[in-house]
């Protein structure tokens, strides 16, 4: 079956750790997101991959980095320097990104929990 | 700054009532607007507008675009309790290459039927 995985589905961590979210898909999409879902606030990006090897940062990148060295794959560490790190995460993939638009598909998400 | 606002921000219905969910944007250059269902987990895909006036359906589902009025409506006839959700609005703007993808979210309207 195509789609977006994402792992684990929940995660506890205490404050002041570094932890990194696993994104892979095999649709064989060009682009990869990374969102943050709170309560009350809809999706916000963190940042975005058109392409391997190559990534922008999207709204909220402080306190977030990422890589993009396989198509498939795209990690997401939360470091120590985000003040807030509890939340939803949601991964995402779309076939392409500029010059049309793409629906972008979603993965299940990782509860992170930060205490 | 580019904007989407979602109202209301919750609603409780009945089976068998109609609701209608509203998606407003400001955007400097508008591209397409989408609609997600989102249960507990994975957001889904439901509608993508990119013309306004006409309407999408699917089933008890449908949407419409006004890109006069800057906004798009989502109806759900004869509700069912499997339609209990959080309905996510969109909007990708024209960008340029080096920002492409990037879908901006309203905050969700979380939607309950009850039996």
């Known amino acids: 079956d195509g789609g977006i995985t994402q792992s684990p589905k929940y995660l506890f961590r205490k404050e002041g750790q570094n932890v990194t979210l696993s994104c892979e898909q095999n649709?064989?999409?060009?682009?990869m997101y990374w969102y943050r879902q709170d309560p009350g606030q809809g999706l916000r990006l963190i940042y975005y991959?058109?392409?391997?090897?190559?990534?922008q940062k999207g709204d909220i990148a402080e306190g977030y980095s990422v890589s993009r060295e396989k198509k498939e794959s795209f990690p997401l560490t939360v470091t120590s320097a985000q003040k807030n790190p509890t939340a939803f995460y949601l991964c995402?993939?779309?076939?392409?990104?500029?010059?049309?638009?793409?629906?972008?598909?979603f993965g299940p998400g990782t509860r992170l929990t930060v205490t | 700054e580019d904007k989407v606002v979602q109202s209301p921000l919750s609603l409780v219905v009945h089976e068998g009532d109609t609701v209608t969910l509203n998606c407003s944007y400001e955007?400097?250059?508008?591209?397409?607007l989408l609609w997600y269902k989102q249960e507990k987990k994975a957001p889904t895909f439901l509608f993508m507008l990119?013309?306004?006036?006409i309407e999408k359906k699917s089933g008890r589902l449908s949407s419409i675009l006004d890109k006069k009025e800057l906004s798009s409506i989502l109806n759900i006839t004869a509700t069912q309790t499997g339609d209990s959700a959080i309905y996510l609005c969109?909007?990708?703007?024209?960008?340029?290459?080096?920002?492409?993808?990037?879908?901006?979210f309203g905050q969700g309207t979380e939607l309950s039927v009850k039996p």
């Open positions: 995402a993939s779309s076939i392409g990104t500029s010059g049309s638009s793409y629906e972008q598909y």
């Open positions: 649709l064989n999409h060009d682009a």
């Open positions: 991959s058109q392409i391997v090897n190559d990534f």
């Open positions: 955007v400097t250059n508008f591209r397409s």
């Open positions: 990119t013309s306004s006036g």
């Open positions: 969109a909007v990708y703007p024209i960008t340029f290459y080096n920002q492409g993808g990037k879908l901006i």
